[in-house]
């Protein structure tokens, strides 16, 4: 009876050790990544082209975000850019997505409390493989660059939303985030400055360039 009950007892608080730990290493120690309210709008002035941009941060003090897999997408919702057909008749679909190319898709390691800026790198867009209709592509490409109110305007529901799928650089556990949805309306012309967009543009400033890590 007293060999029962130590079993019983060594196999509970090992059951229960084995919870704890996976409740602290899944739900405690885990990677943390936040969006800016607002998309970026800025002139480059080496190439002339207006760039979007968005930032990403870790609020972690000690800890670091590492493996950081970013991925951007137009989302349009109950709009099917070319009809499509279900037993004869025309149906639309639930939701169409747009992959936007970004200028970095991936980051070793975001450290603690830092900030990173991406671009939408949107004058590398692909229409090869998206129901776009030749007059649509012309469009929506003016000049080898494109513009992101122009890929919001093709639907009347369009959203941007950015996805992230990091690590924890201590516990090792994975996380998946995903920002606000974007519109037309949260595109701002000018700088990240803390929670907003200032607008106003120093002439001291120093010509943007990819990979701006700040504003």
Same mark, same amino acid.
């Given at each position: ?116 800026? &991406?671009? =939408? ?12 209709? %030749? @007059? /649509? ?49 949260? &595109?701002? =012309? ?12 120093? %002439? @001291? /400033? ?10």
């Amino acid at each position: 009876m007293e060999t029962w009950v130590t079993t019983v007892v060594g196999l509970a608080g090992g059951l229960l050790l084995s919870v704890a730990f996976w409740y602290f290493t899944s739900h405690i120690i885990v990677p943390s990544v936040q969006f800016h309210d607002f998309i970026s709008k800025r002139d480059h002035r080496g190439s002339g082209k207006t760039v979007y941009r968005f930032r990403i941060n870790n609020p972690r003090r000690k800890r670091g975000v590492i493996d950081v897999s970013i991925q951007a997408r137009v989302h349009y919702l109950g709009v099917s850019l070319i009809p499509r057909s279900d037993k004869g008749l025309n149906v639309k679909s639930n939701r169409t997505m747009l992959d936007v190319p970004l200028d970095n898709k991936h980051l070793f390691r975001l450290a603690p409390g830092a900030r990173r800026v &991406i671009w =939408l790198d949107l004058h590398r867009m692909n229409f090869g493989n998206f129901p776009f209709t %030749a @007059e /649509q592509k012309a469009v929506v490409v003016n000049g080898g660059s494109t513009a992101l109110e122009t890929l919001f305007a093709l639907g009347d529901d369009a959203y941007l939303r950015i996805e992230v799928l990091c690590y924890d650089e201590w516990s090792g556990s994975r996380r998946y985030y995903s920002s606000r949805e974007y519109r037309a309306s949260d &595109i701002k =012309l000018g700088v990240f400055d803390g929670d907003g967009i200032r607008p106003e543009i120093s %002439a @001291e /400033q120093p010509p943007l360039e990819p990979g701006d890590t700040q504003k």
